[in-house]
């Protein structure tokens, strides 16, 4: 069984909080500390001692950075927090998988939202799945997510807060042990990869996403590679060679399908930009290489992609792209009429992918339990909700 280690609170954050820094780029951070009176001439240095204590050491109080005057501390403590997200729940699914649900504040207008993250401990390694947008506008037929309603983006400071929680919770800030100045090491980590596979397009998120994997994969903070960062995208083409050029990291596609006209009914972004031209913009992908290929990522819908002759299509497709194929396992949700392919079959077209030379991984479906898997995001948190309001409407009814 899953644990749930904290209790859903009742009463959301309704009071708007001040601005974080966590997600703030280093310009932002220089403005943040002239506000409170840094002149400009010591504000380089300072930048680089907050980004010091926010990323290598993971602080979560003004009092911790003990480099850092104590009036200036006091000053910063009174206009800004650092920022972190509040832990709704937290589940440890039987196999290592957690899963959080995250409240951030809000802060200046928007009302406070709840989003998912998703961390997978494997051998070697351990990947967080992080979201981009509370919700999706893209309505992808077979995910869960797509059916939510509301939808915003989420900011550089709600993306970056994600991975900042998670290493807390995790224990995964080396620098908090190591010497002043000492860089976060880059092996041993709990969160050695990031991928951007949570709710939501991170295209359509693109410049809060830029900024929040710049902070991820800042060498002066928390340093992760490039290597190890992948976005997925359903395929919004005119941003893909932006994400190349000015992100740099992994690209993964959710093709999931070898014709338009299926295409069209699972991905309905496929309708604007159709399969060719998709395919056209991964070729041109800048950075592209054998040791840099593009993942694809293809669900397995009983009777809708999976034949053999889908396969030998899928092959075809993709000659001369370096590529790599993820197979996933349809992780079914509730009120959903798609079913997984039956392993045997899984099993018969990763063959066919595999003699045409491609790696063609199965994903393990992973958290099954905790509803972790992959566009299963969501129904947790609105069975949370409905718990809430009966808990609430119990109450209620008790203080009658
Ligand atoms: N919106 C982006 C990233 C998030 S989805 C995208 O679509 O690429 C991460 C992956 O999970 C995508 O490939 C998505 O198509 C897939 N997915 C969505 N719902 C799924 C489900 N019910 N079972 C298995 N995979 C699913
Ligand atoms: Fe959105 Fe991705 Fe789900 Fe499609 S698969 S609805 S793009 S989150």
């Not at 905790?370 to 119990?394: D, F, H, N, T």
């Amino acid at each position: 069984m899953s644990a749930i280690l904290n209790a859903p609170s009742l009463s959301p954050s309704s009071v708007p909080s001040k601005p974080a820094l966590v997600g703030m780029s280093r310009a932002e951070l220089g403005d943040a500390l002239g506000t409170v009176g840094v002149p400009e001439g010591q504000r380089k240095m300072r930048v680089a001692q907050l980004w010091h204590w926010l990323y290598v050491r993971g602080a979560t109080d003004f009092d911790a950075m003990t480099n850092v005057a104590k009036d200036l501390r006091a000053r910063l403590a009174g206009q800004f927090v650092i920022g972190r997200p509040e832990i709704v729940t937290e589940q440890i699914s039987e196999d290592g998988t957690r899963k959080w649900l995250f409240r951030f504040p809000s802060r200046g207008a928007g009302r406070p939202v709840e989003i998912e993250t998703v961390y997978i401990p494997e051998e070697g390694r351990g990947t967080l799945c992080i979201s981009s947008q509370v919700g999706c506008t893209l309505s992808c037929t077979f995910c869960h997510t797509g059916t939510q309603k509301l939808v915003r983006n989420l900011t550089s400071e709600e993306i970056v807060g994600q991975l900042m929680l998670a290493r807390d919770r995790l224990g995964d800030h080396p620098g908090q042990v190591a010497r002043e100045g000492a860089a976060v090491p880059s092996t041993g980590r709990l969160v050695s990869n990031i991928v951007m596979m949570g709710m939501g397009e991170p295209l359509y998120n693109f410049d809060n996403v830029k900024q929040a994997l710049a902070i991820a994969g800042d060498g002066d903070g928390i340093g992760l590679s490039r290597r190890r960062i992948t976005l997925s995208t359903s395929g919004v083409v005119p941003m893909i060679p932006r994400t190349g050029e000015e992100m740099g990291v992994m690209l993964a596609i959710s093709l999931h399908a070898v014709t338009d006209e299926t295409r069209d009914r699972l991905v309905p972004l496929n309708k604007k930009y159709p399969i060719a031209e998709l395919l056209a913009a991964c070729r041109a992908y800048p950075g592209l290489s054998n040791a840099r290929r593009i993942t694809f990522e293809y669900v397995m819908l009983k009777g809708v992609n999976d034949s053999l002759a889908d396969a030998r299509q899928l092959v075809k497709l993709l000659s001369g792209i370096p590529a790599k194929i993820n197979l996933i396992p349809f992780n079914p949700w509730p009120g959903t009429d798609y079913e997984c392919s039956d392993w045997e079959q899984i099993e018969r077209f990763a063959d066919v992918v595999n003699r045409a030379g491609y790696a063609s991984p199965i994903r393990t479906p992973r958290g099954r339990d905790i509803l972790a898997a992959c566009g299963q995001l969501k129904s947790e948190s609105e069975r949370i909700r409905i718990r809430e309001r009966m808990a609430m409407e119990a109450m209620i009814a008790g203080a009658d």
